[in-house]
């Protein structure tokens, strides 16, 4: 039984979670990658969270969305993984258009482009026109990276190293839970010291950069990296919408076609910090 059977089988009918109610926050265009469902990094109930904070009339879900690399070595599917999966396929039938890119991860879904699977449209690449009429590209942005398709031995190998330590990651995100301390990315703190990963991050920019360019459109929204950023090249913009294992971030759209990147784990805090004060009793309060 292959992974996307297993997962369609194992699907309940309502969430282990049920929706949050309430007002939800209004994009034209919500784009999120990465997420890595099946692995014990994915930081599901964030992105649970942010589901159900937010709304839009067009979802992209730019690759790497099951991890189907790691779910071949060992299966791990929690009931949170099928909440995430549910919420998605509810937004469809609601009459969000979704648009699924498989990325190198999920790459056995990329048999299937051209068809819909519950509303949900499979496509290699998307063009994407903005409210203020510009055209972007939309792709996963594996085919940029050289590790991947030239050394796919050093890709595995580097996947098991990037495992490791996200088992790290949760473990120190526990204990700061436990100190009353917000999420923090052992992974991505890394990445952002090692000058070899920054210098790999410059060059996937600027070679994704140059094939919007050529293609020409006036931008291109990726993923793949796990590193969220709006930078311009030249006459093209790159954005990547990051990821939901290190940083936990989308790339959304206003209903004007200004783009922004959202960091989740810092909503949730300010979220938490506000709750928390209003919770407390002015002292004027008590002494009246």
Not at 23 to 46: E, F
Not at 199 to 217: D, P, T, W
Not at 249 to 262: K, N
Not at 279 to 288: D, E, G, R, S
Request: hydrophobic share 40%; glycine share 8%; net charge negative.
């Amino acid at each position: 039984m292959n992974a996307l059977t297993r997962i369609t089988a194992d699907m309940p009918v309502e969430p282990s979670v049920p929706e949050r109610e309430g007002q939800r926050r209004r994009y034209r265009t919500i784009w999120v990658s990465d997420i890595h469902l099946g692995t014990r990094g994915c930081n599901a109930d964030m992105l649970i969270d942010f589901l159900d904070s937010t709304d839009s009339e067009t979802m992209y879900l730019v690759g790497d969305i099951i991890d189907g690399w790691r779910l071949r070595r060992s299966w791990y599917w929690p009931a949170a993984h099928n909440d995430i999966v549910w919420r998605v396929m509810k937004r469809a039938k609601r009459g969000t258009r979704v648009v699924f890119i498989p990325g190198n991860h999920d790459e056995m879904f990329r048999q299937f482009t051209g068809m819909t699977f519950g509303g949900i449209e499979i496509r290699r690449q998307a063009i994407h026109t903005t409210a203020d009429g510009r055209r972007l590209m939309v792709t996963h942005g594996d085919e940029f990276d050289t590790v991947v398709m030239c050394h796919r031995w050093l890709a595995f190998l580097g996947d098991y190293a990037y495992e490791t330590l996200m088992t790290l990651n949760v473990g120190l995100n526990w204990i700061r839970q436990k100190m009353g301390l917000p999420y923090w990315s052992l992974s991505k703190h890394a990445k952002q010291k090692v000058k070899n990963a920054v210098e790999f991050i410059s060059r996937y920019e600027e070679a994704v950069a140059h094939e919007a360019q050529s293609r020409g459109v006036d931008g291109v929204v990726c993923g793949h990296i796990h590193t969220a950023e709006i930078r311009p090249f030249g006459d093209v913009l790159y954005y990547n919408d990051g990821d939901w294992v290190e940083g936990c971030t989308a790339l959304v759209e206003h209903f004007d076609g200004r783009m922004e990147i959202l960091h989740w784990a810092d909503e949730m805090a300010a979220r938490k910090l506000a709750e928390a004060e209003a919770a407390v009793v002015p002292l004027h309060a008590v002494a009246a």
